[in-house]
């Protein structure tokens, strides 16, 4: 059963009992806006070639990685190996998502873009892990193909109510990779 209509169906079963779904409400609230400031200030620059080339290089380099070689990535990343932490902050697709980051006028929080198998590939700030395909922000981006958008529950974050949204990236009308940014909710409004 997919995860829509499991909250359909807890919802549904919620009213039943006479207990409102408020979960349903709150998503509403933070949802349409993220939506609508990622579709009109994100999405027209992630066909930029830098953002493309760099997913492709990464898509390229990592095409014959198996499991425990992306395992063995992720656990450096997990004990801070600079090298490759710099290998994704410090190139030319990070240098670009900074910039980014910096003209959103304190909206974009964070961004890291990630290839096909899941892997960082360029990012502003620190994540905790290299490997995000075992999570929603690329399941419900890259997994769920082209045009993908994810909006991720609001979490309080140093006193910002954060949303992530991840999105897919398509060159040529395929998936190439997906993005993921922090959105300060507060300051859509």
Avoid: C
């Amino acid at each position: 059963m997919n995860i829509r209509i499991q909250i359909a169906a807890v919802a549904a079963a919620m009213t039943l009992v006479g207990v409102a779904p408020s979960f349903a409400q709150d998503e509403a609230a933070h949802v349409k806006p993220v939506t609508a400031y990622v579709q009109k200030n994100v999405q027209p620059w992630l066909s930029d070639p830098v953002i493309i080339a760099a997913i492709v290089e990464s898509n390229k380099k990592h095409a014959r990685l198996m499991q425990t070689d992306i395992t063995d990535l992720d656990n450096k990343w997990k004990a801070k190996d600079q090298a490759l932490m710099d290998s994704t902050m410090k190139n030319d697709a990070a240098a670009f998502l900074v910039e980014k980051k910096n003209a959103s006028g304190g909206v974009i929080t964070e961004a890291f873009v990630m290839d096909n198998r899941g892997l960082n590939v360029a990012q502003t700030d620190g994540t905790s892990d290299m490997w995000q395909a075992d999570e929603a922000k690329w399941q419900k981006s890259y997994g769920a193909g082209p045009d993908a958008i994810f909006v991720d529950a609001v979490e309080e974050d140093g006193g910002k109510h954060i949303a992530q949204v991840s999105m897919t990236i398509s060159d040529k009308d395929q998936a190439v990779g997906a993005i993921t940014i922090g959105i300060d909710v507060d300051k859509l409004k």
